[in-house]
Nanobody, 135 residues
Framework: QARPVESGGGSVQTGGSLRLSCDVAEYSKSDYCMGWFFQPSGKERASVATIYIRDGTTSYVDSAQGRYTISQDRGTLYLQLHNVEPEDTAMYYC??????????????????????????????WGQGTQVTVSS
C-alpha cells in the first residue's frame, strides 16, 4: 500500500490558522485508526490527535483541545490548526494504524502510555510537512 503523503505546511504568524492534509485514499474505506503526530526540532515525536474511520471518534492530547481539529473526508485526512503558537512549530506527520490503535491512543492521551508503546500500532507513516509559527 502507498505511503500517506502530507501537505499544507508552511509559515504562519502567531494566532493564525493552517490546515494540513494527508492523502489517505487507499485507507479511507477500511477499518483504520488515523493520527497526526508532531515533532519539534530536537524533541521527541508526540501524537496530537487521532480519528477512528469507522465511526469518526476523535481523541486529542490535552494541549490540542480547542485548537486542533482532526477530520477525514473523501480520502483525505485533515488537521486544522487554530490560534497557533510558536510552540506548534514542528514537523507534522500523518500515520495509519490498526483499528485497535485508536483504543490504545486513549490510554496514551491519558498519560498512561508513552509514544514507544503506541507507535508500533501505526504501520504507515508519511514523510512529514513542516509548520513554522513566527511571533
Amino acid at each position: 500500500q502507498a505511503r500517506p503523503v502530507e501537505s499544507g505546511g508552511g509559515s504562519v504568524q502567531t494566532g493564525g490558522s493552517l490546515r494540513l492534509s494527508c492523502d489517505v485514499a487507499e485507507y479511507s474505506k477500511s477499518d483504520y485508526c488515523m493520527g497526526w503526530f508532531f515533532q519539534p526540532s530536537g524533541k521527541e515525536r508526540a501524537s496530537v490527535a487521532t480519528i477512528y474511520i469507522r465511526d469518526g471518534t476523535t481523541s486529542y492530547v490535552d494541549s490540542a483541545q480547542g485548537r486542533y481539529t482532526i477530520s477525514q473526508d473523501r480520502g483525505t485526512l485533515y488537521l486544522q490548526l487554530h490560534n497557533v503558537e510558536p510552540e506548534d512549530t514542528a514537523m507534522y506527520y500523518c500515520a495509519i494504524g490498526t483499528s485497535g490503535a485508536c483504543i490504545t491512543m486513549g490510554r496514551y492521551f491519558a498519560g498512561r502510555l508513552v509514544l514507544q508503546d503506541v507507535a508500533p500500532k501505526f504501520g504507515y507513516w508519511g514523510q512529514g510537512t513542516q509548520v513554522t509559527v513566527s511571533s
